[in-house]
């Protein structure tokens, strides 16, 4: 670990195929956007030696500057790999967005990775949703480290950010959240603020000096070794508190000295455990230099200290027909169990698929079979085919290392994937295996869109299709009720990268127009209508009468329709031409134009003739007796109404009920969750929801969640009810 007493300088280059588990470390990098996590990448890629200061790759003299690994812009909205090299270790860099909007691509990085590097802004503070990811690691006991950025502001503060982050990260134990080193300051400069210049290891107390680009190691004088005291002392006593030895504590109290070594051992498996979180700083090279402040010590951390792909239980998995089938954890030598964790469309080599291996070894040009759990509400089949991969590749931005495998334990990019999407298993195609989907974020921001022409609507379909199965977080719905196409997405950035890649990938130019909730009518009482369908002009003329009665029923029963006709006023084989010509009219609505629901409606008497009767004539005169039957009624306008379940900060509870009343919501109850969080449950019209996904996250500062489902349709008010039905039901 990066507090050893010795520091290896680190074998330059980018990584190559792993030929066991035992040499990778898979970490993801989180942390809300601004905290440095993009510059971090760089400068432990520039220290790994992947790339140097010019922004070239140390490949043979290819140009690439680093700023162009991937496009900025696209790296913080996407998952990108970045994988290097390290003391004969190939470490798997995970880099996440820091968008709340783009929380499947974080999440894809969890399931990739064996630990977290959270990464919190000296500057900035912890925010909640950095605090909901935290939560989300612990629960699957996910070693973390914390790595604090940003120590060049003039309102830095090391010792404050790590007591913030172990009243955030540390819950009931925050000695569990402690420093490894402490940041040094050199000379003040003439504004007054004092750049970072080196760290002093807390156990080894060892000085390490980055002022000359260089990292350099030297002895601490008197008045540095007084500074770090006591925060030696409580790293001690935090990291004896986790041994598994439980003479230490006794042995430490009494006064003996513990040995280093035992020290860093118990350190590096408190760490692998998920049970101690170290705090590390670090901060970009300067111009010109070779290394980043603390790079050096996080790779050390990531490679001491982080898990092993051996040490992580791989995930539940079945046959595709749901038997549980054991597979043993990480064998190179094992039947093949891999996921697709992200899907992305590049415009020269097709679809491209980065892949997790968890048991036996991926070769290129190999048959696989295919298998996925199906989100059809979200446009995404139930795969269950054999393909054929294409190349093995390491990424690194805009280049590709081929492969000649990737064993367990390791990640590639594989070509040429044409059916399989995020979140679908690959194995061998003589032993097909499903495994356990992770948990997808449920999108509720509703995108209505349109081709904006003839020529894009011919391209749309294919369009949507790409697009959604790189994002398994979006949804697409052909909205039969409103005859909308309607995009689901997280939020607005979501949405905006979303019409971003139809026009500029796929050249697909789409209109955004309002969203529609699919409103119905129904009748407010009993009514009764004649329908008179009488012509006569020349030949066979029309005749057709009808009368019938319509009252409401219960939300939910549909169109009911009653024969009561006595003494064979209306002859037996048009009584269905009534009831189509009825059901016909209802789905056109009565009123305002939207479907009419929840009716009973009873044929009680007739006239026919019997030349000029037939079963159009009948259709027509069931249509005009439910019309005359709504003009002598009142009709409700019914509008969709959502049972909302907001997962919210005990902070932020009495603002959410509040603007919740404000949409016409009923709050219906209100539950402790625990961790300081309340549930509340409410009843919300779903027209007052549309955007409710941005707004709740600007109520609650980022830190709430919220669910939906359909409850019911139910009267809408008078005053609104009267303001849509002055406009058309298909504006």
Known sequence: MGDKAHAHPGAAGRATAADHPASVRNVVLVGHS???????????????????????????????????????????????????????????????????????????????????????????????????????????????????????????????????????????????????????RGPEAPDGHAPVTGLIGLLTQRLFDYASGERKEAEPGPEQRQLIEDARNRLIEGIIAESEDETLMDRYLGGEEIDLKTLVQDLERAVARGTFFPVLAAAPAAEGARQGLGTVELLELVTGGFPTPLERPAPSVTTPDGTARAVEACDPDGPLLAEVVKTASDPYVGRVSLVRVFSGTLRPDATVHVSGHGLTDRGHEDHDVDERIGTLSAPFGKQQRALTHCIAGDLASVAKLNRAETGDTLSAKDDPLLMEPWRMPDPLLPLAIEAHSKADEDKLSQGLGRLVAEDPTMRLEQNPATHQVVLWCLGEAHADVAL????????????????????????????????????????????????????????????????????????????????????????????????????????????????????????????????????????????????????????????????????????????????????????????????????????????????????????????????????????
């Open 500 to 731: 971003e890649r139809l026009r500029n990938r796929y050249g697909v130019q789409v209109d955004v127009v309002p969203h529609k909730v699919s409103l119905r009518e129904t009748f407010a009482g009993t009514s009764s209508g004649r329908g008179r369908h009488v012509k006569q002009s020349g030949g066979h003329g029309q005749f057709a009468i009808c009368e019938i009665e319509v009252e409401p029923l219960p939300n939910g029963s549909g169109i009911e329709f009653v024969d009561k006709v006595i003494g064979g006023a209306v002859p037996r084989q048009f009584i269905p031409s009534v009831e189509k010509g009825v059901r016909a009219q209802a789905a056109k609505g009565v009123a305002a134009g939207y479907p009419l629901i929840d009716v009973r409606v009873t044929l009680r008497d007739g006239k026919a003739h019997s030349v000029d009767s037939s079963d159009a004539a009948f259709q027509t005169a069931g249509a005009l007796a439910l019309r005359e039957a709504a003009a002598d009624a009142r009709i409700h306008l019914l509008e969709p109404v959502a049972e909302v379940s907001v997962l919210v900060g005990d902070d932020y509870v009495g603002a959410v009920m509040s603007d919740l009343s404000g949409r016409r919501g009923r709050v219906v109850g209100t539950e402790q969750a625990g961790g300081g969080r309340t549930l509340v449950r409410a009843e919300v019209p779903e027209i007052e929801i549309g955007r409710y996904a941005v707004d709740l996250r600007s109520i609650s500062h980022g830190t709430a969640r919220f669910d939906r489902h359909y409850a019911r349709h139910e009267p809408m008010p008078q005053q609104i009810a009267e303001r849509i039905r002055e406009r058309p039901a298909d504006s």
């Open 34 to 184: 601004g905290s440095g996590k993009t510059t971090l990448v760089e400068a432990l890629a520039l220290t790994a030696g992947a790339v140097n200061r010019a922004g070239r790759v140390e490949d043979g003299g290819t140009v690439s500057d680093y700023d162009e690994i991937e496009h900025r812009q696209q790296r913080s909205v996407q998952l990108s790999l970045v994988p290097v090299d390290w003391d004969g270790y190939k470490i798997n860099i995970l880099d996440t967005p820091g968008y709340a909007d783009f929380v499947g691509e974080l999440r894809a990085g969890l399931r990739a990775a064996d630990a977290a590097l959270f990464v919190v802004s000296a500057s900035d503070g912890v925010d909640g949703s950095t605090r909901m990811v935290w939560e989300e690691c612990a629960a699957v006991g996910m070693p973390r480290a914390i790595v604090v950025t940003h120590l060049e502001s003039a309102r830095a503060d090391f010792e404050e950010m790590t007591r913030i982050c172990a009243e955030a990260f540390g819950g009931d134990d925050p000695d569990a959240v402690l420093p490894l080193y402490l940041p040094l």
